[in-house]
């Protein structure tokens, strides 16, 4: 079984940054995408950034240039470093990776989140 697990959330200022760490644990063999999401009530979930396994990254035309992602393979964890934090950035956000356990199955999983709030 493989479990992620965020922190980093809470509340934030506006022009503010925030770090957010995932840290994945279980029967992992091997970790490929990493990437985060968010979701705000009565919205779909939407993606906001992705690392691969190579370290390759991409962003969100809404969060380009405000946010870094990086990863720790050796940690199994992941980061998202938010700067000049804007009011609409407030939603939970969720971790999500794509792994190979130790049956050598391939896995996708979530995190449960963790809430983020901008105060203007």
């Known amino acids: 079984q493989v479990h992620l697990v965020e922190s980093g959330g809470g509340l934030v200022q506006a022009g503010g940054s925030l770090r957010l760490s995932c840290a994945a644990s279980?029967?992992?063999?091997?970790?490929?995408?990493m990437g985060w999401y968010r979701q705000t009530p009565g919205k779909q979930r939407e993606w906001v950034a992705t690392i691969t396994a190579h370290g390759m990254t991409n962003y969100a035309d809404f969060v380009r240039g405000r946010i870094s992602i990086v990863r720790d393979d050796v940690k199994k964890t992941v980061i998202l470093q938010i700067d000049s934090l804007k009011h609409d950035d407030t939603a939970v956000y969720y971790c999500?990776?794509?792994?190979?356990?130790?049956?050598?199955?391939?896995?996708?999983?979530w995190g449960q989140g963790t809430q983020v709030t901008v105060s203007s």
């Open positions: 999500n990776a794509d792994f190979v356990d130790l049956r050598r199955r391939r896995l996708n999983d």
């Open positions: 279980g029967s992992i063999l091997s970790i490929d995408d």
